[in-house]
């Protein structure tokens, strides 16, 4: 916490003077760039283990229990974004994302050294916990860029969102498959360091928003809902899509190294450079599509559960993630931006509320797509991911027809 002389000299600056300031230093090409970086790294450190679940299971002899390590991550992940993120509207977020940063590599370093399945889960928890630093930067970056470019900041930085979590598949699949999995986490410990020293270099201070205590800003989530007929809307729409998103990735390690395509884990890695071009899509469906842009994001993610379903072979699986990956791209630029322009001085409660509900719903996709792949095989996995994605497309069209209604 922030002492409070600190805090109170933050909290009285002269708000124009901070403005000012920030939009002269804080929103240069070179901190764009960097905080897309810090993004990308950040959030694809938990990531690391899908490509190499295989790997994991052989080594350590657990068979399908090794998707607890993928289950584990994401559930640290949602509990960063409700212990960690809110604290960014009471104190610096620079302070916060450095801890986080070096948080990050001590998890990482944990993780490669984990010699049985709960330690790699607890390490894996702790992965997801400090990985939380995404959900700092996009408030962050929010708050430091001018309203007439703030979109296209974000735009950009979800974009590398994305690239991050596909990018850490490729990178880890390669990594698992000449090396094995504990050096890939041993990468992961380098990349960390080399994040914290250029944020530590270049990363701005931002103004703390609230007052309150930590326990205060953590109870107040739950008036940010109350009140927040949007958020709770836009939430819901993008963690049914989440949920699918995640089942498909836990799973498709599992399908493209079983013995119907009998893949490396370097070769099925390589699904993300082809999910890659669902990222550099997506602009150009968010012009076309304009108001619809969250409709016709969720229709594509249903879409591609189709066809992936319909079409097992490695056709139907490129255009499906590539689909996929446009289609969650629109839908998520889409509703972010909207929810953290309502936000006010809440961004980091807004920020809380939209991701944790997305990464818990992914972590209970894992695990729901862990079962129906066991029960069901990889058709049942489409159609949960289906099921979920039309759920969310409807209530898509639902909110639409209300809000016309009310025009």
């Excluded at 630093?133 to 708050?143: M, N």
């Amino acid at each position: 916490m922030v002492p409070g002389c600190l805090e109170n000299h933050l909290m009285n600056a002269p708000s124009t003077e901070f403005k000012h300031q920030i939009e002269v230093a804080g929103m240069s090409r070179g901190l764009i760039m960097l905080l897309a970086a810090a993004t990308g790294l950040s959030v694809g450190t938990q990531y690391y283990n899908q490509p190499l679940l295989g790997l994991i299971a052989d080594s350590l002899g657990i068979g399908t229990d090794v998707s607890l390590v993928a289950i584990a991550t994401q559930v640290g992940y949602a509990l960063g974004l409700i212990l960690l993120v809110p604290l960014g509207d009471r104190i610096d977020r620079r302070r916060l994302i450095l801890i986080q940063c070096l948080g990050l590599t001590v998890a990482t370093l944990c993780a490669s050294a984990a010699p049985e399945l709960y330690s790699l889960s607890l390490a894996s928890i702790m992965i997801g916990v400090f990985a939380t630093i995404a959900q700092q930067v996009i408030p962050l970056a929010s708050e430091l860029s001018p309203a007439s470019s703030r979109e296209r900041v974000l735009a950009s930085i979800t974009s590398a969102l994305l690239v991050g979590v596909l990018l850490a598949r490729v990178i880890s699949g390669f990594v698992g498959a000449y090396l094995g999995w504990r050096a890939m986490f041993i990468v992961g410990t380098v990349l960390s360091l080399m994040m914290l020293a250029g944020l530590a270099a270049k990363l701005p201070h931002s103004q703390p928003q609230s007052r309150a205590s930590y326990i205060e800003l953590l109870v107040s989530l739950y008036g940010v809902v109350r009140d927040g007929a949007e958020l709770r809307r836009a939430t819901l729409v993008q963690s049914l899509v989440f949920f699918g998103f995640s089942a498909f990735w836990t799973i498709l390690t599992l399908l493209l190294q079983g013995p119907e395509f009998g893949m490396s884990s370097g070769t099925a890695g390589l699904f993300g450079v082809v999910a890659l071009g669902g990222v550099m899509l997506a602009p150009t469906g968010l012009r076309v599509a304009g108001q619809y842009a969250g409709h016709v994001g969720i229709g594509l993610v249903v879409t591609s559960f189709v066809v992936m379903a319909a079409f097992v072979n490695l056709i139907g699986l490129c255009i499906g993630a590539v689909l996929m990956t446009t289609g969650l791209q629109m839908s998520l630029i889409y509703n972010q931006s909207r929810i953290l322009a309502l936000a006010g001085t809440a961004r980091g409660r807004f920020n809380t509320i939209f991701m944790a509900s997305q990464f818990a719903f992914g972590a209970i996709g894992s695990a729901v797509g862990s079962f129906a792949w066991q029960s069901g095989g990889w058709t049942a996995v489409m159609t949960l991911a289906a099921i979920a994605s039309a759920a969310a497309l409807l209530l898509q069209f639902t909110h639409h027809s209300k809000a016309r209604t009310r025009a």
